[in-house]
């Protein structure tokens, strides 16, 4: 799609299979992006065409606002849908993915880890597009959800060359690697929502973007507490962490309305588990380890902090670096963990923005 190649053939089936033998899918059937199809989405959009939304220089490689569209139509997206996609592939484009010489974004796309990129939507965008936030969050069922995901991926693969085996080298990869899109549960959190917690007005639709490993599951059926409860979330989030930095805890409403029952924060669920797994240790043990600084990150993945003359060894930076959001049903005590993959971006490993009004 780079050069955007064309195929022509009157026949949708045969068109599909044009498409396999060009390597233009994730290995799932597409559907023909017709011009029409695509005028479509471009005028839904209102945008130029011509835009240029991203760039990667390490598979010189640009995606602008046509073959956004073109790649939109080809996951099954809706028009309506193609804001969200917008709105995900400029928060790709943020600076604070790329610092120095070394771009972040395409690590999290490349690295032998398995990251993909996961997709959080927030405000009133969720309810007109029915994007699942309640059972099944992570599964199948539903249009939105499983397209938007899946536009994202065809343009990593198809606009910005990032060809499994080529430039993407994860060694086992993950089911999001499809399709990573979920919406929070705002209605049945006791907390407010990601988007409000970062600074957007409750009425703003925003997505967040984020290089993210797969949902590692928390199962506590029986915790009434918020201490039982997040003491089962910490377990997990211990073994799941891949690298100091964000981890996302994603709650589902039973676990979340239990914790809010009991008047808990959101501040105070995240200080818990950033002090839940982190481990104090002695200044001897601190010197052997060769007196790293407050904040780095040990080759063990760990990371070094000193606080009010005591040592520890965490997977976190501070309580901010817990994401939490709300999704999944009210009818079992099942929740997820899910660990960041850029991990050197000071900021976090996560960005919101605005999806823009039509």
Partial sequence: MVSKPTVESSDPLEAIELYFENGWTDGLPVVPPTEDKVRAFLDYAGRDPGEVLLTVSETSSRCTVEAAAINAVMAGCRPEYFPVVLAALEGWADPRWGLGDRNYFYISLASTGGSAQLLIVNGPIRNELSLNSGINVFGPGYRA??????????IIINVLGMVPGLFDMSVQGHPGK?????????????????????GFAPGQSAVTVMGARAPVPVTDLRSTTPEGILSSVASVMRVAASHAGTIAVVLCAQHAIEIGKHGWSKEQVKRFLFERTRDEITEVQWKEAGGARS????????????AEGRY???????ADDV?????????????????????????GEYIIKPIRAR
């Fill in 178 to 198: 499809y399709s990573y899109c979920i919406a929070e549960d705002e209605e049945q959190s006791p907390w407010p929502p990601l988007h409000v917690e970062k």
């Fill in 295 to 306: 904040g780095t990150v040990l080759d063990s993945g760990l990371l070094f902090q000193e």
């Fill in 145 to 154: 959800n499983a397209t938007i995901g899946r536009a994202m991926r065809l």
């Fill in 312 to 318: 520890y060894h965490g997977i976190m930076r501070s």
């Fill in 323 to 347: 994401m939490l959001v709300v999704a999944g049903g009210n009818n079992g005590g099942f929740s997820s963990v899910i660990s960041g993959w850029s991990y050197w971006i000071p900021s």
